[in-house]
């Protein structure tokens, strides 16, 4: 790095991505540095920088040495999982500086030697308690996903048994009886149970009374007759649709047809209606959000019908480095991988990672958000004009 780079860094501030120390701290404050660094987005640590008033101190030749035997010491013993570092030291005005680089860590969550576990909050930090955020922590390092996790007090009397049979029949060309295994071995074999209990996926695809374990992982739909949302303007609006996957996605789909206007297709009275936007744009992106969507988020899935516009609102950010740009090219990483499974033969669903592309080109009209602040990721489909 150069030292302009660096002066550039240090008139900027503290940030996320950037901490200074004038000296290098005691090793457990040290080591939390970097296990919060590990397990958010990397980062630099500058030592040599006063961290409040932004002025050099530069080191000795023989702090530099100690420096770098404490770094390595600290990376290895007191940072578990243990990470690698990069350290380089920069002469800036005259003051000998060392670089350290962090890099985002691929086996979340590290911890300190004590066990706790650190991201960073802006140019600070903050120790992580919540069950969701270490469970999200480990999906990002793919050391579990959200839909392999067990639902406690499910048992296969929780099975509609008659729609497993039909998926069974779609997926296999075969009946169930014909397969000759039992029901629990079979939703073992495709991850919808373990130890005798549903796992999510299959309470999701299968279950019959889903509503009563996780009722926060359905669809709310609203339509307002306006640009925002306020008071009075409700026309329509559901509370979280019960059912199976299916039936939440019927359910969802039935709300945005009876909500939009319908264009006809021809010149003459008994000419055929369409909607005002085609109805594949919402059998895409209905189903991307409820295959997709971060499960280790709390939520529903959210559609806002305005009268410029329909807003389709899904927990959860892109997962790791996935970007606009990637979807959009047909680039996808598996978040739900026994979901995505199991929805071929389920929902209108291809697997394929072309389902945001299809949308797009049915309906150019579309702009998705990821808000990594908001944990959301959106997509604002606008109205034509009539």
Same mark, same amino acid.
């Given at each position: 790095?150069?030292?302009?780079?660096?002066?550039?860094?240090?008139?900027? #501030?503290?940030?996320?991505?950037?901490?200074? /120390?004038?000296?290098?701290?005691?090793?457990?404050?040290?080591?939390?540095?970097?296990?919060?660094?590990?397990?958010?987005?990397?980062?630099?640590?500058?030592?040599?920088?006063?961290?409040?008033?932004?002025?050099?101190?530069? @080191?000795?030749?023989?702090?530099?040495?100690?420096?770098? !035997?404490?770094?390595v010491k600290v990376?290895?013993?007191?940072?578990?999982?243990?990470?690698?570092?990069?350290?380089?030291?920069?002469?800036v005005e005259g003051?000998?500086?060392?670089?350290?680089?962090?890099?985002?860590?691929?086996?979340?969550? *590290?911890?300190?030697?004590?066990?706790?576990? *650190?991201?960073? &909050? #802006?140019?600070?930090?903050?120790?992580?308690?919540? &069950?969701?955020?270490?469970?999200?922590? @480990?999906?990002?390092?793919?050391?579990?996903?959200?839909?392999?996790?067990?639902?406690?007090?499910?048992?296969?009397?929780?099975? &509609?048994?008659?729609?497993? /049979?039909? +998926?069974?029949?779609?997926?296999?060309?075969?009946?169930?009886?014909?397969?000759?295994?039992?029901? !629990?071995?079979?939703?073992?074999?495709?991850?919808?149970?373990?130890? #005798?209990?549903?796992?999510?996926?299959?309470?999701?695809?299968?279950?019959?009374?889903?509503? /009563? *374990?996780?009722?926060?992982?359905?669809?709310?739909?609203?339509?307002?007759?306006?640009?925002?949302?306020?008071g009075n303007t409700?026309?329509?609006?559901?509370?979280?649709?019960?059912?199976?996957?299916?039936?939440?996605?019927?359910?969802?789909?039935?709300?945005?047809?009876?909500?939009?206007?319908?264009?006809?297709?021809?010149?003459? +009275?008994?000419?055929?209606?369409?909607?005002?936007?085609?109805?594949?744009?919402?059998?895409?992106?209905?189903?991307?959000?409820?295959?997709?969507?971060?499960?280790?988020?709390?939520?529903?899935?959210?559609? +806002?019908?305005?009268?410029?516009?329909?807003?389709?609102?899904?927990?959860?950010? @892109?997962? &790791?480095?996935?970007?606009?740009?990637?979807?959009?090219?047909?680039?996808?990483?598996?978040?739900?991988?026994?979901?995505?499974?199991?929805?071929?033969?389920?929902?209108? *669903?291809?697997?394929?990672?072309?389902?945001?592309?299809?949308?797009?080109?049915?309906?150019?009209?579309?702009?998705?958000?990821?808000?990594?602040?908001?944990?959301?990721?959106?997509?604002?489909?606008?109205?034509? /004009?009539?």
């Open positions: 790095m150069k030292a302009l780079e660096i002066l550039d860094l240090i008139s900027k #501030g503290e940030s996320c991505t950037v901490q200074f /120390k004038e000296r290098l701290p005691h090793q457990d404050s040290l080591a939390q540095e970097m296990v919060a660094f590990s397990n958010t987005e990397g980062g630099l640590l500058i030592i040599g920088v006063n961290d409040k008033t932004g002025s050099l101190n530069g @080191l000795s030749f023989d702090e530099i040495q100690t420096i770098n !035997r404490q770094l990376t290895s013993q007191s940072v578990f999982p243990s990470i690698t570092i990069t350290t380089e030291t920069v002469n003051n000998n500086l060392i670089v350290v680089g962090i890099k985002e860590g691929f086996s979340k969550p *590290y911890k300190d030697r004590l066990g706790s576990i *650190y991201m960073k &909050n #802006g140019s600070d930090k903050r120790r992580v308690t919540s &069950n969701d955020e270490i469970s999200r922590l @480990l999906q990002s390092s793919k050391a579990m996903f959200a839909d392999e996790m067990i639902i406690q007090g499910t048992t296969t009397a929780d099975v &509609n048994l008659e729609y497993y /049979k039909v +998926f069974i029949q779609k997926k296999y060309n075969k009946t169930f009886d014909d397969l000759g295994i039992e029901l !629990r071995q079979t939703l073992e074999n495709l991850n919808l149970m373990n130890e #005798g209990q549903l796992t999510l996926a299959g309470l999701l695809f299968f279950c019959n009374n889903r509503q /009563k *374990y996780r009722p926060q992982f359905s669809i709310q739909c609203v339509s307002v007759d306006s640009t925002t949302i306020t409700f026309t329509d609006n559901e509370a979280p649709f019960e059912g199976t996957m299916k039936e939440v996605f019927d359910k969802t789909i039935s709300f945005i047809g009876r909500n939009l206007k319908k264009i006809p297709t021809g010149e003459t +009275f008994n000419s055929h209606t369409a909607w005002e936007i085609p109805y594949e744009v919402f059998e895409e992106l209905i189903v991307n959000s409820l295959v997709h969507r971060d499960y280790f988020i709390s939520s529903t899935i959210k559609v +806002f019908i305005f009268t410029d516009r329909v807003e389709i609102l899904s927990p959860g950010k @892109l997962p &790791n480095s996935l970007t606009i740009n990637n979807i959009l090219s047909g680039i996808s990483i598996a978040r739900n991988p026994i979901l995505q499974n199991i929805a071929q033969h389920t929902l209108p *669903y291809k697997g394929l990672g072309t389902g945001i592309m299809r949308a797009v080109s049915l309906y150019p009209c579309i702009t998705f958000i990821n808000d990594p602040d908001k944990e959301q990721f959106s997509a604002v489909i606008k109205r034509k /004009k009539t």
